[in-house]
């Protein structure tokens, strides 16, 4: 689609997302091991009526790449209407291009899907639940403060005392420390992070447009902790964070979705999205952390189809095997 028009759609959808925009479709095309694509569906009058946008992500080359190659949709289909035709139009349009490419697609919804649940059934999806934590900044500083825990909330004075701060990073030095930060935490987890390419991207493309901020914890003068979200209409969207195990006692992963969720009820936004939560029922430590800043528990589920059986079955038994030798 025209990229004015395919703009204009997603910012006035009710459900637009920074993931379904033109910005981070490029800041996909322009990073190593992403192939993003776009499907519209158009009528005569050259309106949008339905957008889905992709990335076809992988892991590394060879048979690591072949074995890790999927399709994640963020916060897509966004449908004009509600139009079930259309719908069923886009996720067709998605099969045909994208089924023999990857081994297997996953919608990850970002608001209430269920209306479109029969509809990714008949397609041959499968429905999965799982949480986010959404966090309302249009309450006063008081309200948001008595929402969060008793520990937590003494974990935030405790940073204070020990003199850790929370600031905007800006410039590349900064912005690179607190990747080597991402980079720590990721390689100790044993969790694969996005390329450099992709933050890379992210900040020539979106930060001059004020979609994404680099937070960071500062002790003594030095950067320990880090926050990146990204920021869309009246949403700041918690992306990756993490800190240097070694200054836990500072505090600074306490501290720092706190301090951003001031800065984004002072700066005009009205929702902090906490992003994933884990599987209900099934111990997260992610989610214990994220629900200690209050905040609504939601369930928007996810949609994930299978299309290389075989294939899905090794690449899972590969991942195992790859965190245990990480």
Known sequence: PDLGLWSKFVASHAQGNIFQTPFFFRVYQESNHYRPGVIAVIDEDNRIRGLLSYQMQQEGSGWMGILSTRSVIMGGPLITDDDSHVAELLLQAYEKEISSRVIYSQFRNLFDMEA??????????????????????????????KQVYPKRRNEIRRAVKEGTSVRLLEGNDEIQEALKILENVYGRVKLPLAAATVFQAASRIL??????????????????GTIVVLCYKNVIYDWYAGSYREHYDKYPNDILPWEVFLWGRETGYEIFDFGGAGKPGIPYGVRDYKKKYGGSLVNYSRFIRIHKPLLYQIARTGFSIWQKLQ
């Open 116 to 145: 479109w649940k029969p509809l990714f059934l008949r397609n041959k999806y499968r429905c999965e639940d799982h949480l986010n934590i959404i966090i309302d900044l249009t309450q006063s500083e008081q309200e948001l403060w």
């Open 207 to 224: 930060a001059p447009l004020g979609m994404i901020r680099f937070f960071g914890a500062v002790n003594s003068g030095r950067i320990i």
